[in-house]
């Protein structure tokens, strides 16, 4: 882990102690500031707060809006829900997962660009098939539209 990300994991768990805030909006600070939430943060979040582990383990997987892993700069998330679904939703991830080179479906370029990501749903089954781009949803999803869409982001 990054020394900086190690000073920004010590002052968020202050803050927390100070205001005695909920686990949830420590997670959601640290999803926030370090785009993702490390083990190792939970582990000493866990100690210094005296919140079991488990139940800050288990809050980081509950949520999609939480990561474990570190994501690239844009964060691809396509619906893998019942109506997306049906509406060939998991087509456009092995799609994504070719034109963008990952080895599998899911993961992070190596430029460290974009980060896709399977997740339930979104929410938002009548414009299925549905694909989120940082906090972009895109509707009635294609794979010609997800390519133009694509080359927004290539540029940012
Ligand atoms: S199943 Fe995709 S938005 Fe609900």
């Given at each position: 882990m990054k020394s900086n990300n190690r000073s920004s994991i010590n002052t968020l768990i202050k803050k927390h102690q100070e205001g005695g805030r909920s686990p949830l909006a420590l997670l959601q600070d640290m999803q926030r500031t370090l785009g993702y939430i490390p083990k190792e943060a939970l582990k000493q979040a866990s100690a210094v707060l005296q919140i079991p582990l488990s139940k800050l383990f288990s809050l980081a997987t509950f949520?999609?809006?939480?990561?474990?892993v570190q994501t690239g700069k844009h964060l691809i998330s396509v619906c893998h829900g019942t109506a997306c679904h049906v509406k060939n939703g998991s087509a456009l991830t092995k799609m994504l997962g070719r034109e963008l080179g990952?080895?599998?479906?899911?993961g992070t370029t190596a430029d460290a660009r974009f980060t896709v990501k399977k997740v339930r749903c979104?929410?938002?089954?009548?414009?299925?098939?549905v694909v989120k781009i940082n906090d972009t949803v895109y509707a009635h999803m294609t794979q010609r539209k997800i390519n133009s869409v694509l080359k927004k982001y290539q540029k940012k």
């Open positions: 949520y999609n809006s939480f990561s474990m990952l080895q599998q479906d899911e979104l929410g938002c089954c009548s414009i299925a098939p």
